[in-house]
């Protein structure tokens, strides 16, 4: 038996606590199980700043955070209202995406409590974003990106100040990549040129290896400018630069219509007009451009290819996370349900115990971090390399007991997180707290698809405050592949 490593306090008045809690107290993890575990790619299109101002309508449903209030199961892009309705329909219609909007009243944020902070997603999408983003919220977006997140980046032309506030996406999004805390020295290697191109239909590079350009959802042959800008590339600043689509009569460094490059472990997407994203259709008195179905253009198949790419579904020039190719299931935790003892895992004494004070879900062993009811840190760690080609789920049970009576204030916490192997976080995927208190275990699961073909640590770290006590007890971990 292993020993405590000092005398832990349950709960003596377990049924009155757990009945104001299971009464009063909703659960309240900061990063919660995404809706469909199983779903690879989770999306987050922004609308809290300004993007149905004016005549635009750059969301993919009224129904928000959540489109499926508006139709659970669409068919057709009208069976949710907005001017980007046809590229959330299409992505919803595959089974494979879980979307979330970003309200309008909102801040975009990361590593926080809410449904729609950005640890909750893999890719997040500026639709002609027509507000300046706050410092937090560029330190936000760029952490995101840095620590593994996609960005999507859609641009219009100079001076489309669609509401009179002095500043257009152009401005706003050059904003980001050169005023921002975390690296202001041209992080992804190009800037928006100040530009109003009335028109044309920019062709894409030849590339038969690219996954934006030749990806699941088709191949990519033209775009479309209905009144946009382009990029300048500055691949000495970032070498993983790449224009993708050109305006007639540019290539190399000038011109870019489209672009895509990295920054940190994640990805990054340019497109120089909102038009080819425009399907035409939105809530009433807007005057909306049908790019997304010309004929003339391949506009549907570059905006779903790339958001794939984002997300981390398909390899691609431009590196970032995994997919693609084949895998072998397997599940790849050592020692997952604990039952051989203090192996494997890297843990804070004593959190590893068959101590029966706290019942394992099965077998004998569990890991047990905090309920001392005094200030502490547990930890428990375990590293694993995940095959390029793979999707990944970690599973977990967990159970939380504490003498916490209060149901509005997480004095005691438990952060699930991913980190690569030089120990930076890559993503918090949730923070559980005493106001998570509920009898038996839970199981939790968090899509690691995007990690594919990196080796990273699988690691929990609960932080006790200095009075009552709160445990948390994990059980049957698994990390798996398929």
């Known amino acids: 038996m292993l020993g405590f490593r000092r005398s832990r306090h349950r709960l003596t008045t377990a049924t009155a606590v757990f009945g104001l809690l299971v009464a009063g107290a909703a659960v309240q993890a900061s990063a919660a199980t995404p809706a469909a575990a199983a779903t690879p790619h989770r999306i987050l299109f922004d609308n809290a700043h300004a993007e149905t101002a004016g005549n635009a309508d750059w969301i993919i449903s009224t129904s928000q955070p959540d489109p499926l209030g508006?139709?659970?199961?669409?068919?057709?892009?009208?069976?949710?209202?907005?001017?980007?309705?046809?590229?959330?329909?299409?992505?919803?219609?595959?089974?494979?995406y879980s979307l979330k909007t970003l309200p309008s009243g909102s801040s975009l944020a990361y590593g926080g409590?809410?449904?729609?902070?950005?640890?909750?997603f893999d890719t997040l999408v500026l639709p002609e974003p027509n507000t300046l983003f706050t410092t937090a919220e560029k330190t936000a977006?760029?952490?995101f990106v840095?620590?593994?997140?996609?960005?999507?980046?859609?641009?219009?032309?100079?001076?489309?100040?669609?509401?009179?506030?002095?500043?257009?996406?152009?401005?706003?999004?050059?904003?980001l990549m050169t005023n921002n805390s975390v690296d202001s020295t041209d992080p992804f290697g190009f800037s928006i040129d100040?530009?109003?191109?009335?028109?044309?239909?920019?062709?894409?590079i030849s590339d038969s290896t690219d996954a934006v350009l030749h990806g699941?959802?088709?191949?990519?042959?033209?775009?479309?400018?209905?009144?946009?800008?382009?990029?300048?590339?500055?691949?000495?600043?970032n070498s993983a630069v790449k224009g993708l689509v050109y305006r007639s009569g540019y290539s190399g460094n000038t011109g870019a219509f489209f672009a895509t490059s990295t920054f940190g472990s994640g990805r990054v997407a340019f497109w120089g007009d909102s038009s080819p994203i425009d399907d035409g259709t939105g809530q009433s008195g807007n005057t909306l451009y049908d790019g997304?179905?010309?004929?003339?253009?391949?506009?549907?198949?570059?905006?779903?290819?790339a958001t794939e790419w984002l997300a981390g579904g398909s390899s691609s020039g431009g590196g970032g996370g995994g997919g693609g190719g084949t895998c072998t299931a397997a599940q790849l935790l050592a020692n997952p349900g604990f039952e051989s003892g203090n192996t494997s895992w890297t843990a804070t004494s004593g959190v590893i115990t068959n101590s029966s004070s706290e019942a394992a879900r099965t077998g004998s062993y569990k890991a047990w971090l905090n309920g001392y009811g005094s200030a502490n840190t547990d930890t428990l760690s375990q590293s694993v390399t995940i095959p390029s080609g793979c999707a990944a789920t970690l599973?977990?049970?967990?159970?939380?007991?504490?003498?916490?009576?209060?149901?509005?204030?997480?004095?005691?916490t438990l952060k699930a997180q991913v980190l690569n192997s030089s120990g930076t976080v890559l993503s918090t995927l949730a923070t559980y707290s005493n106001l998570n208190a509920a009898s038996g275990y839970t199981l939790r699961s968090f899509d690691l698809s995007s990690y594919a073909g990196q080796t990273v640590t699988v690691k929990f770290t609960g932080t006790e405050g200095s009075t009552l006590q709160t445990s948390f007890v994990l059980d049957d971990t698994a990390l798996n592949v398929s």
Do not use: C
Request: proline fraction near 2%; charged fraction near 20%; aromatic fraction near 6%.
């Open 216 to 237: 699941s959802f088709g191949t990519v042959t033209k775009s479309l400018i209905a009144d946009g800008t382009t990029a300048t590339l500055k691949p000495a600043d």
């Open 70 to 96: 508006q139709d659970s199961s669409p068919s057709a892009e009208t069976d949710w209202t907005g001017a980007l309705s046809s590229w959330g329909v299409a992505l919803q219609k595959t089974g494979d």
């Open 194 to 204: 100040t530009l109003d191109i009335s028109s044309g239909y920019p062709a894409a």
């Open 113 to 120: 409590s809410t449904a729609t902070d950005l640890s909750n």
């Open 292 to 305: 997304w179905n010309d004929t003339s253009a391949t506009n549907a198949a570059l905006a779903l290819n």
């Open 141 to 143: 977006i760029m952490t």
């Open 146 to 175: 840095k620590n593994g997140g996609g960005l999507f980046m859609v641009s219009d032309h100079t001076g489309a100040d669609r509401n009179s506030d002095g500043e257009d996406a152009v401005e706003i999004l050059n904003d």
């Open 395 to 412: 599973n977990f049970y967990l159970h939380v007991d504490t003498a916490e009576t209060t149901t509005s204030t997480a004095y005691d």
